[in-house]
C-alpha cells in the first residue's frame, strides 16, 4: 500500500494526506483508459453579449465520469493529465467535440448569427508540434469558420514565453482563430506586455468581479476594473468578465464597458441541450 502511494513515509503519517495520493495515483493510472472508454464529457456555459443580453456563444468546460467517483471537475483531474502528457489527446477530443458541437448550434440559431465556442488550452498543447495542423483540421472536418472559434489561454502559460512559443498562436490568430487571456489578473499581470501577445480577449478573473457583488462595490475595486477595460479596449482587445453571479455585478459591469459576460448569474455549465433552450429562447425574445 505503501508502495503504490509512492512509498513516501511522510505520507503515511497522515491518512488524510495518504488517501489522497493514493486516488491522485489511481486517478492518474486510470486516465488513459477512460479516454477510450469515453468517460469524459463537456459541459457548456454561455457567454452573454452585455450590449443586449444575447447568449452568443459558450465555453466547453471538461468533466470526467468516473466510475467510482463519480463525476470530477478539471482542477481534479487537468493537472495530473498535463503531468503524464495525456492532456494532448484529451485536449484534442475536447477540441473536436466542442466543434462538432459549436456546428450544430450554427445551424439551429443561422438567423441569431454567428455562435461561437471557447475551448481551454493547457500549456502542454501550447508546446505541442501538432496544435496548429489538429485544430485546422477539425475546423476544416466540421466546416466551422476559424473566427468561431476562441481558444484560451492562460496568463501563467505565457508568462516569459518567447517567440518559438508564440510561434503556433500567432498562427492561429492570423487564421482568424481569437485567442483569450484567460484568469486576467491572477498573476503577474503585465499589462505592457499584452502588446506582445497574440492574443484579442481579455479574460477578467473572478476575483475582480468579487468586489461588485453588492451595490454599490467598492469604489476601488471599480477604479481598477475601469482601468484594465480602458486599456484592453485602446490595445484592440476585448473583455469577457468572469464569474459573474449576480445582477448588481451584471449591471455595473456593462456600466464599465466590459464587452462580454459569463456567470452563474446567467447560468451554470451545463449539458448542450440546456444551452440550446437558453440561446433559443434569447433568440424568440
Ligand atoms: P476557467 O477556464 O477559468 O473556467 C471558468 C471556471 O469558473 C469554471 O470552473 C466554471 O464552472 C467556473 N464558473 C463559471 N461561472 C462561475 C460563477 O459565477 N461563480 C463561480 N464561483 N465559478 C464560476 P470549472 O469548470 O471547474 O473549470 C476550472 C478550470 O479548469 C477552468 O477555468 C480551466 O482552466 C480548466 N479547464 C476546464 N476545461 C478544460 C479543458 O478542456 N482543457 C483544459 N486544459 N483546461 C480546462
Ligand atoms: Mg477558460
Ligand atoms: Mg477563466
Ligand atoms: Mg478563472
Redesign the pocket.
Known amino acids: 500500500r505503501a508502495k503504490s502511494a509512492g512509498g513516501n513515509r511522510y505520507e503515511l503519517a497522515d491518512p488524510e494526506a495518504d488517501a489522497r495520493a493514493i486516488t491522485r495515483h489511481g486517478l492518474t493510472t486510470a486516465l488513459p483508459a477512460a479516454l477510450d472508454r469515453g468517460e469524459f464529457f463537456i459541459e457548456y456555459?454561455p457567454l452573454v453579449y452585455l450590449g443586449d443580453g444575447s447568449v452568443r456563444g459558450a465555453?466547453?468546460?471538461?468533466r470526467w465520469l468516473h466510475p467510482q467517483h463519480g463525476v470530477l471537475?478539471?482542477?481534479r483531474f487537468?493537472p495530473l493529465a498535463e503531468h503524464t502528457g495525456l492532456?494532448v489527446p484529451l485536449?484534442r477530443w475536447?477540441l473536436e467535440e466542442s466543434v462538432r458541437q459549436a456546428r450544430v448550434w450554427q445551424d439551429r440559431y443561422e438567423e441569431a448569427g454567428p455562435f461561437r465556442i471557447n475551448?481551454?488550452?493547457?500549456p502542454m498543447q501550447l508546446t505541442h508540434p501538432g496544435l496548429v495542423a489538429d485544430t485546422v483540421d477539425i475546423l476544416e472536418r466540421f466546416g466551422l469558420e476559424p473566427d468561431a472559434l476562441c481558444l484560451?489561454v492562460?496568463e501563467s502559460a505565457l508568462i516569459g514565453a518567447d517567440d518559438d512559443l508564440l510561434k503556433p498562436l500567432r498562427r492561429l490568430s492570423e487564421m482568424g482563430v481569437d485567442i483569450a487571456l484567460?484568469?486576467f489578473g491572477t498573476g503577474y499581470s503585465n499589462l505592457a506586455n499584452l502588446r506582445r501577445l497574440p492574443v484579442n480577449v481579455l479574460k477578467l478573473d473572478?476575483s475582480f468581479t468579487q468586489g461588485m457583488q453588492q451595490y454599490p462595490a467598492d469604489p476601488v475595486d471599480l477604479k481598477i476594473v475601469e482601468g484594465i477595460v480602458s486599456l484592453a479596449h485602446s490595445l484592440g482587445l476585448s473583455v469577457t468578465v468572469?464569474?459573474?453571479?449576480t445582477g448588481a455585478q451584471a449591471e455595473q459591469l456593462k456600466h464599465l464597458g466590459c464587452d462580454t459576460a459569463?456567470?452563474?448569474?446567467y447560468a451554470r455549465?451545463g449539458p448542450p441541450d440546456r444551452l440550446h433552450e437558453l440561446a433559443l429562447a434569447d433568440a424568440t425574445g
Request: hydrophobic share 35%; charged share 25%; glycine share 14%.
Open positions: 456555459q465555453e466547453a468546460l471538461v471537475g478539471p482542477d487537468i492532456i485536449g475536447v475551448v481551454n488550452l493547457s484560451e492562460t484567460d484568469d473572478r468572469e464569474g459573474v453571479e459569463q456567470g452563474w448569474y455549465p
